[in-house]
Every structure is written in C-alpha cells, then in structure tokens.
C-alpha cells in the first residue's frame, strides 16, 4: 500500500487543480522572495508537498513503527517517553586536574554522561616536550601523556557509575587501555562499565587530518579493538563512525549522511574480513552525527540514517541480530555555525539545532556553547549550554511522543531524498573498491572542499544570509568575556613527565615498547593487551606512538584545494 | 605583469583545514599564484618554501592558539632570512588580547571569524609590495 493511492485516479491531481485555482492568482499579485529556494546544503526545495510526493514510499516498509525494522521513526519504541537522550557535554582543557574539575561540576549540574576533549599533542600522539607540541599543550583540550593522568583525570568519579565518551582517534587504543587500567584500579568490572571511543580513523583522512600511521595499520588498531572488546569489554562502544567532522570540514548533509555510513560499513567489511561474527561486534558500533542549522534536512538526515544502516547490516552483511541493526547516534550541534560576531545569537542557534536532533531521535547530545567561536567555553557558558538541553527535554513538549514529525509529507519525501542521494554515493564508492581506496584517491576529500567552497560563495553573494555576519551587522559590539588558556598547563604537564620518567622503572618500560613493536610486526597478533602491558608501567602516549610509528611509519597527504 | 605569489601554511598541530583551502581557492580565483604547504608545517618549513617560491605574502592559519608562540619564531626566521618584506598575515581564532603583540612584531593583517573573503583579497592587493 502506498500514501497516494486513489489520488491519481483524477484526470488531475488535487495539487494541479490547487495550483491552477488558488496559487497562480496569488504568485500574480504578490511574486515569491525568491526564485529558489534551497537548502543551507542547496539542495532545491519545493513550495508544497503533498501525498503525491510520496509515490514509492510503502509507510509499512519504509517508514514502519517505532523500534521496528527499517527504525526509520526511532529503535526505542517508546522515544523519549521511557529515557531521555543522555545530556552529554563535550569538555577539557589544561592540566587533567582542572578538568577533573570542570567534569565535577557538570555531573553536579544535571550532567548524565561525561566527554572527554584531549588537546591536540595527545590526540597526535605526541608527549608534551616533543618540539610539535610547542604551544599546544592544554589548549583545545586536556593533556594526557600517561596513565598518571588519567588516574589524575577521574579521580573522584567511579567510573562503574558513569558513561564516559571519548574523543580519540589515532592513539585511541592506548587512551582507552589507560581508562580500563583506572576502571580496574577503582575496582570497577570492564564486562560492566560502558561507554565511547570514538576510534574513527576514516574521517580522520577525509576530514579532520588527526591521523598519525597510514591507512591500513590504522584500520588494523580498529578491528584489534573490535575483536579485544566483543570478548572483554562487551558494553563499551567500540567506535563512533563521526559525521561530525566531515560536515564542520564544509560537506553538505548528505555527503555526511553517505560518507559516515559508508565509513560504517567499511569498518564491518574489515571486521568480517578479519574473522569476526557481525553480530558479536556491529552492535558495539555507534555513530555521531552533526546538527546543523536547516531544522528539516537534519531530521530527515538522522531518520534516513537509520534506515540505511539496518537495511545494510540485514542484507548486505547478513547480520540476524536486532542489536545489529539498530543504528544509535550521538549529536553535536555545529561549531561551524557558531559567529563570533553577536555571540549571543548561537544560543538561538545551538537551541534549534538541538531540537532538530531530538525530533530526529538522537540518543546523546552535546550542545555548544555560546562562546566557541572565540575560544573553549567559559563554564558559565557551558552551563547555559546544558541548561538549553533541558528546556528542550522538560519544557517543550517534544519529548512526550515518538517521532512527531513521521508521516509529514515533506520529512518522509526528505528522508527518502537523502536515502537515495547516499546509496548512489554508496555505488560510487563501492566502484572504487571500498572507501580506504575512495580516501586514497582523494575523492571524498575533493567532494568536501568543492561544497565548502560553493558554501562560502553563496554567503559572500549573500545568497545565504548568516545574521549578525553578512546581513543584521552590528558595528559597535561589546566584548564578552572568554576562557583564555595560559601557558601554565604546560609547564605543569612537562614537570609532571619529567618526574614520572624519573620515578618509573625504565627498563620495564622500554621492555613493554619492544613487546608493542614485535606486535605491530606480526599481524594475527591483537595490539590490544601489550598497549594494555605498556600503560601499566606507565608508559607515555608519545612513547607507545612512536613504537608503532617505528613499524608502520606516519602517513603524509597530498594537499587538495 | 607578474602575478602575486602566496604561501598558504597551517603550522602546529591542528588539522582543521577548511578555512586555509576555502581562502586558498579564493586568492587563486582572485589571480594570485597560491601554494599550499599542507598541513602540520614548522616556522623553519614554512620560511623555506616562502623563500623557494618567491613568496610575496604567507597567509598562516591558526585556530589552535599557538599563535603566539608559532608567529613570533617565523617573524625571526624571515628576518634571519632577509624576507622581512614579505607580507604576513593570519586567518584564524586570535583573541582580542593577542593581536596587539603580533601587528607589534610584524603581522599585518588579522582576519577573525566571518571575515568576508574579498576583504582578504583587497587587503593582500591594497598591502602587498611586489618583490621584483
């Protein structure tokens, strides 16, 4: 059964006769504001939609109830009405003791989850006196050089209690052995705690460029992970296939739509190449998507999303179990949206960009804060930035019922838009052999700078009007107050590593970094429990990087403009 | 007549790279002749492509907030290289309290956030002198 049934019995549809009687009059007298209309993606919108426009769409198949296969409209069948999404506030910055700090604060204020940000040494893996890291320790995020940190990092928090979310791509195994070391000191049991890397080295190489050794040995890391966690860590998420970054670095939403679930089924095909049973590890696999700032295209984005991976994980990997095909999500609003000019705008902003994820059905949310345009949150800005959430969750309304907007004519038509537009990217990609070889090729590269570059056009044309930027400017603007970031954490960081070289026993560390080298020399051996070794003696990010760096070597790009 | 030649670099570690790519493509739209180093450039790096391709201008992109220890190295090195009259300029996240101290060293021009990109391009060709 289809929506449009008997509707095109007529020799002419209602919206014809619509248009003839009603909307040609009205367009004489009194033209549009513009020839076209388009999304902030420019993707061309209709006027109207109408049940004509969900020809093809079989409501049972496609759009389907709640917690039931395709999940266009949720996994959970009962939305938010049983649980609300977790409120969970991205945060670091300086010395792991002031973020412990900040993460004390959160938690008291009504936060449910904590999100690790980790500055950039340590996301490069890199220690705090490498000559790179001159600068940069502390700035975007907490500096992490060993387990002495991270012990430093939690203290106070038991982490059996917690969900922790951490953002970690290249060095992401020795980040989450340092946490599993800690969880265990504390006495918590690693088959019970829960929570994320996101471990997602393919945005990495098409968008955000924190890659540290090449394609392959990095996809090697993952799946090690995969197969340690099915077997020891088995509520953890093992990655967080991120949209995010793909969409900041100026893709539209659909080629973060395509691309983050092609990057998803990528990391399954290896795992099944690897030996796995998909429906052992595909339920440890998570997404994170963006919310930006066209409220319809986003719900339709998250909806289509769903719908694609459990249609993928059913027919093209064959996976049985419902757990596998249950697509959960994590949402940030966009930080590219954020203007520096009336930063008190992106409070508007950041509150209808949230909105769009929970009418999307988002699972974890993190919303920016007002400031970040011009530096890390100020914990006053955080704060209002949480409370948005919770305004949205208990006052708004939207949360009492499942999917609010499934059977609008426009966000189904939408989300059947999007599906088709990513699975023809799919068969693109798919003709090139997979996405490590897309990336290789530099395709989905080439595909965000062209849409990043079109974007800036539109705005210098002002066919895309930001507020308070190109239109509604204000010449006399009072400065805000903003977190400044000094130098202090990294001296702090550099004299706490000066002394844990000091007091800890070298031999057993250099003993453990051979022990991680003959590992990464023998493929059929899994990473995982002598990066583990390798923590416990306290050995540093830098050190255990550069071990493997020492075997796979550092991957270089060809710049692309 | 000679086109403008500009270096577009991103030193430091970070790797958000759309803002140098979108102002790259601009300026070369614009006429000028631009390369791009890549990502993750040292100031040492930075100065000896600037000095191999002639380099009228170097447009540095920097939202990390290594700015201030980044700039200053490179300011030296131009001048240890006798390139201090090439034009330096900065796209980026610079806070208010910074930029003082870097157009004191030598900067000349600081685009914030939202900087249109032909304000960029006027500021290069009203700024620059051509190195002959």
């Not at chain 1, 009504?110 to 996301?123: C, H, M, N, R, W």
């Not at chain 1, 209690?161 to 800690?182: E, G, K």
């Not at chain 1, 308070?468 to 004299?495: H, M, T, W």
């Not at chain 2, 920097?62 to 034009?87: C, F, Q, T």
Request: proline share 5%; hydrophobic share 40%; with cysteine.
């Amino acid at each position: 059964m289809t929506y449009n049934q008997g509707v095109k019995t007529a020799a002419e549809t209602d919206k014809r006769r619509w248009e003839r009687e009603t909307l040609e009059p009205t367009l004489r007298k009194s033209p549009e504001r513009a020839e076209t209309f388009t999304t902030i993606s420019g993707r061309p919108i209709d006027r109207l939609y109408t049940a004509e426009d969900l020809e093809g769409i079989d409501p049972g198949r496609d759009i389907g109830q709640p917690g039931e296969f395709p999940y266009t409209r949720g996994i959970h069948p009962t939305g938010y009405r049983g649980k609300l999404w977790t409120m969970r506030q991205f945060a670091g910055f300086g010395t792991p003791e002031e973020t412990n700090e900040r993460y004390k604060t959160l938690l008291k204020a009504g936060g449910t989850g904590l999100s690790v940000a980790f500055d950039l040494p340590t996301l490069m893996g890199r220690d705090p006196d490498h000559p790179l890291s001159l600068g940069e320790v502390g700035k975007c995020g907490v500096n992490v050089t060993s387990l002495a940190d991270m012990e430093t990092l939690f203290d106070g928090i038991q982490l059996g209690d917690i969900t922790t979310s951490m953002t970690i791509n290249s060095p992401a195994a020795m980040i989450f052995a340092m946490y599993l070391v800690v969880a265990e000191k504390q006495g918590a049991d690693w088959k019970k705690i829960s929570g994320t890397i996101q471990n997602d080295i393919l945005k990495e190489f098409i968008a955000q460029k924190e890659y540290i050794f090449p394609p392959r040995p990095s996809m090697r890391i993952i799946t090690d992970i995969f197969a340690f966690c099915a077997a020891d860590v088995p509520k953890w998420n093992t990655i967080s296939v991120s949209g995010y970054h793909i969409r900041e670095a100026g893709s539209t939403s659909l080629q973060e739509l395509a691309f983050t679930l092609r990057d998803g089924i990528e990391y399954v095909q290896w795992g099944v190449d690897a030996g796995l049973d998909v429906d052992r590890f595909v339920p440890q696999i998570s997404f994170f998507f963006n919310a930006h700032s066209d409220f319809f295209e986003e719900i339709a984005k998250y909806r289509a999303a769903r719908k694609i991976w459990a249609e993928a994980m059913r027919d093209r990997f064959h996976a049985r179990s419902e757990r596998s095909w249950k697509l959960r999500f994590h949402t940030q609003t966009a930080g590219v949206s954020l203007t520096a000019q009336q930063p008190y705008n992106n409070v508007v902003r950041t509150a209808l960009q949230a909105l769009s994820g929970v009418l999307g059905g988002t699972n974890s949310l993190h919303t920016n804060s007002l400031d970040e345009a011009l530096a890390l949150p100020t914990a006053e800005a955080a704060t209002l930035a949480l409370r948005t959430q919770q305004i949205i969750a208990h006052e708004s309304g939207v949360a009492n019922v499942v999917d609010p907007l499934g059977g609008s004519y426009f966000v189904e038509k939408l989300t059947k838009d999007m599906e088709d537009g990513a699975l023809a990217y799919f068969d693109q990609i798919d003709r090139m052999g997979g996405m490590v070889e897309a990336i290789e090729r530099g395709f989905p590269q080439k595909e965000i700078a062209e849409s990043a570059y079109r974007f800036q056009q539109a705005v210098e044309r002002r066919e895309k009007i930001i507020v308070g930027v190109n239109d509604f400017v204000r010449e006399d603007e009072p400065p805000i107050e903003i977190l400044y970031i000094d130098e202090s954490a990294s001296e702090k960081q550099l004299a706490r590593l000066e002394q844990l070289r000091k007091t800890r026993s070298q031999a057993a560390v250099e003993r453990s970094l051979d022990a991680l080298r003959a590992a990464a020399k023998s493929p059929k051996t899994n990473l995982m429990p002598p990066i583990l070794d390798a923590v416990r003696v306290y050995a540093t990010v830098g050190e255990m990087c550069d071990a493997l760096r020492d075997v796979w070597g550092e991957y270089e790009e060809v710049p692309i403009i | 007549m000679r086109k403008l030649r500009v270096v577009i670099a991103k030193p430091g570690l970070d790797g958000h790279d759309r803002g140098a790519k979108v102002i790259a493509r601009a300026l070369r739209d614009a006429g000028m002749e631009v390369i791009y180093t890549g990502l993750r450039q040292t100031p040492e790096q930075i100065v000896s492509a600037a000095l191999q391709e002639d380099a009228d201008v170097i447009g540095l992109s920097i939202l990390s907030g290594a700015h201030n220890h980044i700039v200053p190295r490179l300011m030296e090195l131009l001048k240890e290289k006798g390139l201090d009259d090439v034009m330096v300029v900065i796209g980026g996240i610079i806070p208010d309290m910074d930029i003082p101290k870097l157009k004191d060293i030598g900067v000349k021009g600081i685009f914030l956030p939202g900087t249109p990109m032909q304000e960029i391009i006027d500021f290069i060709n009203g700024h620059v002198r051509a190195r002959v």
